[in-house]
Every structure is written in structure tokens, then in C-alpha cells.
């Protein structure tokens, strides 16, 4: 994190709040908050100078409100809606919280509200919320699960982050591409 000073705070913030895509992660934007915070005296007073509500200056100061594990999701952009940071919050107990984040990271639903359905009750395991949410999936859709190592897992959202793109897509295009590859030999060989 860069350190902070008015200026690079509301640089930060004037930067992220008003585009689709962030060029900042929400742990970032809401330490900046937080820093304004404290220079300005208040949320209120944050809100006028930045233009924004104060209920939307409240829901990026929640990502800090989370455990550190899960703020390092957020801040390495393996969390990127600021919505999860509330669907965790309601959980209320960190180690809740620490066990949808991993499952929301490692399973397919981009819904929050999904994985935490499945974690509210001690008795579903992330292993088990990814069997539920790939089940509740509609039909005619196909999915594959693949088991990754770390340091091939860690490349992929590593060159997905630099082609600004999911992985998962990244991991599709990778299939789709190497399909298109097959068909054209296997036409020339008939």
C-alpha cells in the first residue's frame, strides 16, 4: 500500500469510485477512506468532499472490518465485489467469514449470497458448497473441475490479472483454443 496523504488518499478514491474498473483493490480505496476519514473528522464530511453517500463510504470501510485473511483476498484481487464484503460481514463470526471467502475464491458461483447460504451452518464444508452450488447449476451447462498446484494455480490468476480477465475464463479460452487447434489437424489428416 502506498503511503497516504490527502492528496494521494483523494487521488485513490476520485480514481476507483466512479468507473467500472477499479485500477485499485477495495482494501486500498478503503484505507484511503479511513484516512480521510480521520483528516476530516467524519464520514459526513468525507462524503461532501468526495461526492459520494455516506452509506457508500460505509460499505467500503467494511472490507476492513474483516479478518486479515480475508482482507489479503480482497487486496490481491482474489475478492473483487464490493457486495462480498457485506454477504460476509453478516456471518458475523471471523471463522465463518475466513471459510466462505475461501469458498467463494475456489468455487464457481460468482454469488455471494450463495456461498454464504451454504457455510451459515457449521455442518457444510467448502468441499460440500462446491458440490451444492456445481449442482444447482442449469442444465445443458457443462463443468469441469481441475485441480491446479499452487504454483501453476498462482500463474494462471497471475496472467488472467494482466489479460484483465477471470480465470476461469482464461482457463476456457485455454480449452477452446487448444479444441480449435485439434479440429483443423484432425481435418487435415481426413
Not at 483454443?177 to 479440429?183: A, G, L, R, S
Given at each position: 500500500?502506498?503511503?497516504?496523504?490527502?492528496?494521494?488518499?483523494?487521488?485513490?478514491?476520485?480514481?476507483?469510485?466512479?468507473?467500472?474498473?477499479?485500477?485499485?483493490?477495495?482494501?486500498?480505496?478503503?484505507?484511503?477512506?479511513?484516512?480521510?476519514?480521520?483528516?476530516?473528522?467524519?464520514?459526513?464530511?468525507?462524503?461532501?468532499?468526495?461526492?459520494?453517500?455516506?452509506?457508500?463510504?460505509?460499505?467500503?470501510?467494511?472490507?476492513?472490518?474483516?479478518?486479515?485473511?480475508?482482507?489479503?483476498?480482497?487486496?490481491?484481487?482474489?475478492?473483487?465485489?464490493?457486495?462480498?464484503?457485506?454477504?460476509?460481514?453478516?456471518?458475523?463470526?471471523?471463522?465463518?467469514?475466513?471459510?466462505?471467502?475461501?469458498?467463494?475464491?475456489?468455487?464457481?458461483?460468482?454469488?455471494?449470497?450463495?456461498?454464504?447460504?451454504?457455510?451459515?451452518?457449521?455442518?457444510?464444508?467448502?468441499?460440500?458448497?462446491?458440490?451444492?452450488?456445481?449442482?444447482?447449476?442449469?442444465?445443458?451447462l457443462h463443468i469441469f473441475l481441475m485441480d491446479f498446484d499452487d504454483e501453476?494455480?498462482?500463474?494462471?490468476?497471475?496472467?488472467?490479472?494482466?489479460?484483465?480477465?477471470?480465470?476461469?475464463?482464461?482457463?476456457?479460452?485455454?480449452?477452446?483454443?487448444?479444441?480449435?487447434?485439434?479440429?483443423?489437424?484432425?481435418?487435415?489428416?481426413?
Amino acid at each position: 500500500m502506498r503511503i497516504l496523504d490527502e492528496n494521494t488518499a483523494l487521488a485513490i478514491v476520485f480514481t476507483n469510485i466512479r468507473r467500472k474498473k477499479r485500477s485499485d483493490d477495495l482494501v486500498t480505496i478503503a484505507k484511503s477512506f479511513e484516512y480521510l476519514m480521520k483528516l476530516y473528522g467524519s464520514q459526513n464530511a468525507v462524503a461532501k468532499k468526495v461526492g459520494l453517500s455516506t452509506e457508500m463510504i460505509r460499505q467500503f470501510l467494511a472490507v476492513l472490518k474483516l479478518p486479515k485473511e480475508v482482507q489479503e483476498m480482497f487486496s490481491s484481487r482474489h475478492i473483487d465485489y464490493l457486495d462480498m464484503a457485506k454477504e460476509l460481514l453478516a456471518l458475523k463470526e471471523p471463522q465463518k467469514q475466513i471459510i466462505a471467502a475461501r469458498a467463494f475464491v475456489h468455487s464457481l458461483s460468482e454469488d455471494a449470497r450463495d456461498i454464504k447460504r451454504l457455510v451459515k451452518t457449521e455442518s457444510v464444508s467448502v468441499k460440500d458448497a462446491k458440490k451444492m452450488i456445481l449442482e444447482a447449476k442449469p442444465k445443458g451447462l457443462h463443468i469441469f473441475l481441475m485441480d491446479f498446484d499452487d504454483e501453476m494455480y498462482k500463474a494462471i490468476v497471475g496472467y488472467a490479472r494482466t489479460i484483465k480477465v477471470k480465470p476461469a475464463e482464461l482457463v476456457r479460452k485455454i480449452v477452446t483454443d487448444w479444441f480449435k487447434h485439434k479440429k483443423k489437424m484432425y481435418n487435415k489428416r481426413g
